[in-house]
């Protein structure tokens, strides 16, 4: 399995790796509790999510959503508005219409029976002025730059409002900071706040920084944190071999 995951074809990955267990081989490896096994297994299945043409080092920000967005003009704009936040003392004023276009938590404060709906005013009392003013701008325009201070809280804001394409930009940023110091964090804090693809770039930055994280962590370390995050990885494993990207149908560059 180990030689495989380096050698075979990526038309034969889901033959040798799932049908014939080669994936289950490579988990229990970096399950272990002995330095060289782990180092082996972690080597095997990060040449396999190369082979698979998965990194999170390549992976970019997403486009905007398909829809059609007022615009940057109309950010904090008085014109036309029809409904205003208030968040930590400051007004932002909106309009109805990007909201209910944004997300279905915006749909259901704004056309269900929430006291919302007829409000002139919201108080927003869990989220700092900066990452609220970062989430409506995305909102407006289908895009934001996302400082590193203020990541984690956006994308928290962002899963609360279900918008998926700021999470993804969310995670994109706080991916970049990995580090073998904050990888467990980080992936506890993508699974709180269901951020998949920063859940698999901490997967992947563990795999690939075997040695880094049992040198400053020891051996027993990694083996708790692969074991904390065995079923995600055994996931994330099984549909990247069995993606149309990993069969070879669909090699994509992700650069």
Known sequence: AVALAHLCRESDLNAVFIQYD???VLMNMICSTIAAVQKEG????????KKACHSFEDTTPPPPTPQV???EQYVNSKTLSDVSFVVEGKTFHAHRIALLASSDAFRAMFDGGYKEKEAQDVEIPNISWKVFESMMRFIYT???EVENDVAQELLRAADQYLL???????????AKGLATDNVVDLF????AFHAPNLQHACILYALEHHQDM???????????IMKRMRDTTLAYFEKIVTSPVADGSKIVSQK
């Open 188 to 191: 506890e804090l993508a699974d």
């Open 69 to 71: 967005y007022l615009g």
């Open 22 to 24: 080669g994936l289950a």
């Open 142 to 144: 289908g895009t934001v």
């Open 164 to 174: 998926e394409g700021l999470k993804k930009i969310c995670e994109h940023t706080i």
């Open 42 to 49: 972690a080597r095997a299945l990060h040449a396999l999510a």
């Open 214 to 224: 049992v040198t400053e962590l020891g051996v027993m370390a990694f083996y708790e």
